[in-house]
């Protein structure tokens, strides 16, 4: 039976956003060439269409898509140096164990999030990081293709939602690459990936999925060719891991849900702001910030605090200390620095706190108190206010068999969350908080690392996203009729239909319009993903269409 045009089994497509960085030296940066796309924005847009069209939309009802929005004057993927060039060559990373050798790993995230502030928001989706190969600690290639996880406590992602993906270059994978060898005489790689089941695996792990065994699973831990033609096949999602997909991606930040004929905007959105990390090497990891998020959850009308640490807490530490401040109104009330003195916060900055919580980290135990200001004078909260250890677990995926054990779920940084009811604050959608936070080292009143002399500016608004309609269903060798809004007036535009190109136009003095797309005839039969992109760019207005048999 026919479904309405852009749902999934009665219930809506769900749009998760991507938020790519591309690591300058790679093969997608340097000399992008893949499958007749020579733009490096294009190559990386194929990494999450792939998997959406061969994977996700028809099994789980999900579509990954640009994180790129049109409220920003950058439009393009950004591009990152390589933070750690003493091995391997440019582009690639340290990746055997992102536990014991996560240093770059995490400097890496952290300066997709930065170039993502730069340019617009930093915070929307999945951060994802186009690398080149990962390498160990002698500089030898390794089988390792990727590494994807979540924040999680208690063994699932949590609410606030923190997902991240580091994958290798698949200029290595693709079968289109008429050369596909390891660099340095290591011959060629086994197998090709035309459906980028790589990023697609790692997107799984940052959704919430472990790994599970069974050579056409999705999510096993290695890359499989099941029928024997040299290229990767196993792409099965069953029923459970489903629910959790879909589950999970309702936290995404700036996720949309697409009934038929229309858009219900994100209830979740969050604003990450970045610190300087590393500043001094008397700081200790775990009390180093590497970044603060505020996100606002309009269905559970909380909001979340999120201190992420460059690394995880000793298990002994004695009472390393964490503190969120919160200014709702300007600095016009709150506490004055003397208020914080006497709770045990010395050196800060910050003026004109509304809500002030610690939390008190003893190994992995976290306690905490939190306190409104009122007429200047700080009230203790009962209620109304959790804290959470969370932990960013990644897994890894291998293209071949390690010589050694192989890795499953590993911790690599600590996050401090904050967690309160949204009538503390009252912030709404499309308004902001200024934040500040802070660590301070065990037994210590004074400040080990902060964000920047005086916290920042966290403004909570919905991604400005492009969007497209289908009009009908079709069959193969049909058009159908898709309405475009939100691009760029006049922009020169194409369009396609999962990977493949099948329509080059322009949009109309609004920025929008209805385009005919002809479908080909050897299209299968089931949902598809539409992407309509600016030429040159990496923002897209993306849907789906549904394909039916041919009459």
């Known amino acids: 039976a026919s479904q309405a ?50 994977i996700y939309v028809n099994q789980a009802g999900i579509t990954f898509r640009s994180a790129i929005n049109n409220a920003w004057t950058v439009l393009d993927f950004p591009r990152l140096n390589d933070p750690d060039t003493t091995l391997g060559v440019q582009g690639d990373m340290r990746g055997e164990n992102v536990n014991t050798n996560g240093v770059e790993f995490n400097t890496l995230i952290n300066n997709c999030d930065t170039e993502y502030n730069n340019i617009g928001r930093a915070g929307i989706g999945i951060t994802m990081v186009n690398a080149n190969l990962f390498h160990d600690g002698a500089g030898n290639y390794i089988g390792t293709v990727g590494w994807g996880g979540c924040a999680q406590s208690g063994g699932a992602c949590v609410s606030p939602f923190d997902g991240r993906v580091v994958v290798v270059d698949n200029h290595y994978l693709h079968p289109s690459v008429p050369v596909r060898t390891w660099p340095n005489g290591g011959g060629p790689f086994p197998v090709t990936d035309s459906m980028d089941v790589d990023a697609g695996h790692e997107m799984g792990h940052s959704l919430s999925l472990p790994h599970r065994a069974g050579s056409t699973n999705l999510m096993n831990a290695i890359l499989t060719d099941n029928d024997g033609n040299g290229d990767i096949d196993n792409t099965g999602l069953n029923a459970a891991e489903v629910t959790a997909l879909r589950a999970n991606a309702l936290n995404v930040p700036g996720l949309e849900q697409d009934p038929e004929g229309k858009i219900v905007p994100a209830s979740v959105v969050a604003h990450r702001i970045p610190d300087q990390v590393r500043e001094s090497k008397e700081v200790p990891a775990y009390l180093d910030l590497a970044s603060v998020r505020v996100t606002l959850d309009e269905r559970k009308k909380e909001v979340g605090i999120t201190s992420q640490l460059f690394g995880l807490l000793p298990k002994k530490t004695a009472q390393a200390t964490y503190w969120f401040l919160v200014d709702t109104d300007g600095a016009q009330t709150g506490a004055k620095p003397e208020a914080l003195r006497q709770l045990g916060l010395a050196g800060a900055r910050f003026a004109g706190a509304d809500l002030v919580a610690r939390a008190t980290a003893r190994g992995t135990r976290i306690t905490g108190d939190a306190w409104s200001v009122r007429d200047g004078a700080l009230v203790r909260l009962t209620s109304g206010f959790r804290f959470d250890l969370q932990t960013l677990i990644m897994y890894p995926l291998y293209v071949t068999r390690p010589h050694g054990p192989m890795l499953d779920g590993v911790p690599v940084h600590n996050l401090i969350g904050l967690t309160f009811a949204n009538e503390l604050t009252r912030v709404q959608m499309g308004g902001s908080l200024r934040v500040q936070a802070a660590t301070a080292a065990p037994g210590r009143r004074a400040i080990a690392d902060q964000l920047g002399e005086d916290g920042g500016k966290f403004t909570l608004e919905r991604p400005s996203f492009p969007h497209c309609f289908p009009q009908s269903d ?42 005919a797309l002809e479908i080909p005839k050897d299209t299968t039969v089931g949902l598809h993903l539409i992407t309509v992109g600016i030429d040159k760019t990496a923002l897209t207005a993306d849907c789906v269409v549904n394909i039916l048999k041919q009459r």
Not at 23 to 48: F, I, K, L
């Open 474 to 515: 079709v069959r193969p060798g049909e058009r159908v009729q898709v309405r475009l809004e939100g691009l760029k007036p006049g922009a020169v535009i194409h369009g396609l239909l999962g990977p493949r190109l099948i329509y080059r136009g322009e949009t109309d003095r609004d920025g929008g319009g209805t385009i």
């Open 5 to 54: 045009t852009g749902t999934w089994m009665g219930q809506n497509t769900l749009h998760v956003p991507t938020s790519w960085c591309v690591v300058r030296g790679s093969q997608a940066e340097a000399a992008p060439n893949v499958a007749g796309d020579t733009a490096t924005d294009d190559v990386v847009w194929r990494r999450h269409e792939r998997p959406t069209d061969f």
